[in-house]
């Protein structure tokens, strides 16, 4: 992105986008990647609300896919995932080097 | 129809604050500026006008809910002093940096330790570099006036910054002049609607306020608010030029006495310039030719100007209210020496250090200056630049 | 309004702060403020207090906050909010504003516990119409670590580390839930991240009732608290489970414990995955942990008391 010169700013650096952060992609922070194991999972979107990153996308009250975009991978989501049987729904794989 | 009236200095701003009908303001009591909002509350609670106050617990907060509150969208004032404004220092910043048209009266007051209620200039001093545009008034009437003028510059679209407006604590706040009030509704017709650029209110547009800014961006920022600084001082002439076409009164960047003859001079802020003014007929009366310049517009300062009107004089002493500790000189003589600096022909400059704490600033302590000017532009020699006068050895 | 508080109609809401902020992966923080925010049926403007949150969230060019979003200094957004909602009703009042809108602050343990609780005391003291929202690390996080007084006893912080004479912080933690009920406000309550329906639920109640209302919900950080970076909701759970971050409401001087556990578990249990206590458990510190223990036993018996005397 070009930088802007001080005549090309807002007076007071007032932001007039709201949630423009969306253009920051905090993806490659990750050094784990949570898997989505849909056939464990039971729909109880815990993920989706503990996820500090908004990185779980939901889509009519239904969990969909990981948003790897700003998926930090902290593991919060695996580690709360109450999973199936005993099998979690989120695993933690580390990011291919 | 303007209407006359014996009123004190703070009797004038709270009528003035009155005429404006703020929509929120937001205050703690000071000495000598409680006063102030002693009258305009009464004002609140008979109805006299819309204004909301926030009564907050301290001068920080004060200045915190009025940044909350411009933010918001609204016309916003509070009033201070001494101690008071030294502890909104860090908001003082804050408001202007995030450009919000705060107006905001300054009963100059003396600055701890030692604790001292009266007159000096220590505290607006030492906020002048804040990014506040700061009026300066030598009585009642002019106080009255910068109020009001002060709402129509600082929310003036190209500038948008906090504006301070001081007068003398005591010596003007609490002394009973003739003053000349305008109506009511000249005040609101001069001033206008107010119109926040994006308020925080407007919850259709969610705007952010106070971003952290990076190496990337500070400076830019900085630079934008220079420039802005730029843009004040026609925006001061030109409040100035709508206000006496409804008041008949004549302001401008500063005020000069006799000066444009004159081979000495004096610079001296607020109410001791009328003093001055006295001596200087005096002088004249003995075939000296003296003069004098009052500044208005401290911040930003006028160099330009300033220099321009005094360049032709022999000898002139900036007397400061203020001290500006560290082996300096007074805030006001490093101005006017700076204005001064781009010529290669300028008078010779002395500075007194005068009035602190409420010392009595009298008419010989100017004959005295006069005195010894008239000597230096004899002679063209100096004893010492920098002096206090008024003070026991 | 009474909207029943399911994840799968909650989960339809828009999220109004966004992806792309830039607090710690792990942080408990931005789910805090995430369900503070999913809770409220009203639109929000909010203050926040300088801190990890703001300086994460606001970056320039960047902000994550899709609603009105103000941070001005540390130590003073109540005050900022309280300016913000005095123009709200100066301005609703000239029939210039008709829509309904509610007023939060956001502040850390730092802004709120310390530096900000004067401005704190003074808002809610002046009734205005806002949420406080604490959410409380247990240290100076942003700055890097250094104790607060809502670090708890033993914690080892950058400003008060665990040495061969200094065992961690020597001193309890300030109560301050406590200290805002005793304002007589009109809602006071602890809440934790785990039990995120006691949370919402609360927030809820906070934003139907008029006038000041604190909140002070635990919001742990694996860099201060030397855990893991999936932790946080644990973490927050354990110290709800251990009684040491008991979770109770005051309603107009009626006290209610919302959660009790159905055992309670021994502090040990929430210090032992924390780095920050890892020295407490060296035997010449061992008088540490009993004296947490104590610390939260009375606290709880007290809390315990307060619950029964208040109860109808």
Redesign the interface.
Known sequence: MK?????E????????E?GNAVEFKTGSWRSFRPIWKEENCIQCLFCWLYCPDMAIKVKDGKRAEFDYDYCKGCGTCALECPGKKGQKAIVMVEEAK | MAKTVAATGNEAVANALRQVNP??S?AYPITPATDIMQRFTSFVSNGKV???M?????E???M???????????R?MTVTSSQGLALMW??LF?AS????PIVMPVVNRALSAPLNIHCDHSDAMGARDSGWIQLWSENGQEAYDNTIQAFLIGEHMDI?LPVMVCMDGFIISHSIERIEYLEDNEVKNFIGEFRQ??P????E??????????P??Y???R??QD??ESKVFRVVLDAAKDFEKISGRKYGLFETYRLDDAEIGLVILNSAAGTSKDVIDEFRNRGIKAGLLKPRLYRPFPYKETGEALKHLKAVCVLDRADAFGGSYGPLFIDISTSLYTYSKKPILINKIYGLGGRDYLPEHAELVLNELTEIAKTEKVKTIKEYIGVRG | MARPLSLKEISKKEVLISSGHRMCAGCGAPTVIKMVLLASDY?I?A?TATGCL??ST??????A?????????F??AA?????????????K??GV?S?E?KFVAFGGDGGTYDIGL??L???V??GHDMLYICYDNQAYMNTGIQRSSATPRGADTTTMPAGSVVPGKTEPRKNLTRIMAAHDLPYAAQASPSHWMDLMKKVRKAFDIKGPKFMNILSPCNRGWRSRTDEAIMLSRLAVETCHWPLYEVEYGVTKITFKPKEKKPIVDFLKPQGRFKHLFKPENEWMIKKLQEDIDREWERLQKEASLSAP
């Open positions: 930088l802007k010169g001080w005549g700013l807002t007076p007071g650096a007032v932001i007039l709201a | 929509d929120v937001a819309k204004t909301e926030i009564l907050v617990e301290s920080h907060s004060a915190s809910a009025c940044i909350g509150a411009s933010a918001a969208g609204g916003v860090e908001m804050i940096g995030l450009r919000l948008r650029l994006n925080l209110l407007d919850i547009h969610p705007v952010s306020y106070g971003p952290l800014i990076l990337d961006y400076m830019e920022f630079k934008a420039e802005v | 639109p403007i203050a703001e300086v606001c970056i320039s060019d960047y902000t906050w899709k609603i009105p979003w103000i941070h001005s200094a130590e003073n005050a900022t909010i309280s300016g913000v909602e005095t123009m709200y009703r100066s301005l009042k000239q504003i829509k809108i004067q401005s005391s003074g808002a003291e002046r």
